[in-house]
């Protein structure tokens, strides 16, 4: 195992690669959590306006969280021409289901006092949707977006192996492949620090901005005593 000094002098001394890789994979993930937030939002307001609904297509849901992506990612990537679109479908499969669950979880989890409230009030369905449902689902959906956006680097660097091993070169796997290939050892450590880091950085920043939409009103946001 290489000492962190000789994994930092390798990061510097190949960062014009490893950058470039760094980059792609974040190319990779950012796509697929943008698109697994608004699909998984979607249909989690579709699954909201019935029960019947959720009950016939959730179970489907909860097949794409179950499936590994390592035993379909083959067969996207060959049916999906274009090899950075077929990585970015690869890890939105993989951060779909905790958009999907939360969402729709946090949609039906309202007060039913003030829901009778609104009714009585004469309020519509887009006006209970839209000031007490989505508030109320707030707290579930950051929740949510906490747990996808590392799924997001895991799926994308997943199907960055799968790609890496098929010949096409993308993103920091492909680097880590490429390096236990040419027994480069330190560059494959600093290829894997980098995704550590960029999974912190992710789950950081998501942190900070479930606090700043939640802080002063949700007790989830507030700072422990």
Known sequence: VPSPWLIGQTLVADWALLGAALLVTLKITLLAFGASIVIGSLIAFVFVQSRWIEAAF????????????????????????????????????????????????????????LADYFKLQGASRWQLLMRLRIPSALPFFMAGLRISGGLSLIG???????????GTGTGLAYQILQSGYQLN?????????LITLTGVGLFTMLSALSRAVL???????????
């Open 185 to 193: 050892i330190p560059r494959m450590f600093a290829a894997l620090l």
């Open 215 to 225: 802080g002063g009103w949700h007790e989830s946001a507030r700072p422990l005593h």
């Open 58 to 113: 959730f179970p489907y849901a909860v097949l794409l969280q179950v499936t590994p992506i390592v035993a379909i990612a083959p067969l996207i990537i060959v049916w999906v021409k274009d090899p950075t679109l077929s990585l970015v479908v690869c890890a939105t499969l993989v951060a779909l289901f905790p958009i999907i669950a939360n969402t729709t979880t946090g949609l039906r989890s309202i007060n039913p006092g």
């Open 156 to 166: 994308a660097v997943v199907a960055e192996f799968v790609a890496g091993t098929g």
